[in-house]
């Protein structure tokens, strides 16, 4: 069965700190993988996809994110977070067969000023 | 990015009562739509899936019956949670899926906050 796990539930960090966020999938088959970010009271924005290609996916807001397929990983980093990053991130995987997204549990990220 | 419009975005009902949300995608065609549902505190979750024309797809544990999907045109789709009960609260989100060489890409609506009293 197609699964997409993350482990870090809430992640609080001081401005300027760099993040990783964990992301593990569970794909049989092509693998797509999105990570996405939903601020307070928002819908959710497309942070960076990846489908195939150069394993090291960068995105907008200065966040990136590497595929590993021997570790079946798909961690979120930045160098350098700000108090806006403040939000909810999910990762998730695409079963390429029905289009449907399968969601990570999420991760809410507090960037204390 | 596509223009996806969901309405309502919150809405309050009595225990009972029937509650109907529209999710247009204003400059694209969605030959699919995914629901998905979001309760506090955890992850998005796939409901149903509706192609145009067709009858929805529902996920294990989703009642059809419950929740109505009408996707009768390439542009809206529409849930509606009959009696809805307080258990049914939650953050109801669309996506419509828009096909050819944008195939992966996922759209999603702002969500409808449904609270049901």
């Known amino acids: 069965a197609q699964s997409v796990s993350q482990h870090n539930h809430h992640v609080i960090l001081s401005e300027a700190a760099s993040l990783e966020l964990g992301c593990n999938y569970s794909y049989g088959g092509t693998v797509n993988l999105f990570w996405y970010v939903q601020y307070p009271g928002q819908h959710l924005q497309l942070l960076l996809k990846?489908?195939?290609?150069?394993?090291l996916v960068k995105g907008i807001k200065g966040f990136e994110a590497e595929f590993i397929k021997s570790k079946f990983s798909f961690n979120l980093r930045k160098p350098s977070v700000q108090w806006s990053d403040t939000a909810e991130y999910f990762c998730?995987?695409?079963?390429?067969?029905?289009?449907?997204?399968?969601f990570g549990s999420g991760t809410r990220l507090q960037v204390q000023p | 990015g596509a223009v996806v419009s969901q309405h309502p975005s919150w809405v309050i009902c009595k225990s009972g009562t029937s509650v109907k949300i529209e999710c247009r995608s204003l400059d694209f065609q969605a030959t699919t739509m995914f629901w998905y549902r979001q309760f506090p505190k955890q992850s998005l979750m796939l409901m149903a899936t509706s192609n145009e024309g067709s009858k929805a797809t529902y996920e294990q544990g989703v009642e059809k019956d419950k929740f109505l999907i009408n996707h009768a045109s390439l542009t809206l789709s529409t849930l509606t949670v009959t009696s809805a009960h307080p258990e049914d609260s939650s953050f109801y989100i669309c996506?419509?899926?828009?096909?050819?060489?944008?195939?992966?890409?996922?759209?999603f609506g702002a969500g409808t906050r449904l609270s049901v009293l």
């Open positions: 998730a995987g695409m079963d390429t067969g029905r289009r449907a997204l399968t």
């Open positions: 996506s419509p899926h828009r096909g050819g060489l944008a195939k992966n890409i996922q759209y």
């Open positions: 990846y489908f195939s290609g150069d394993p």
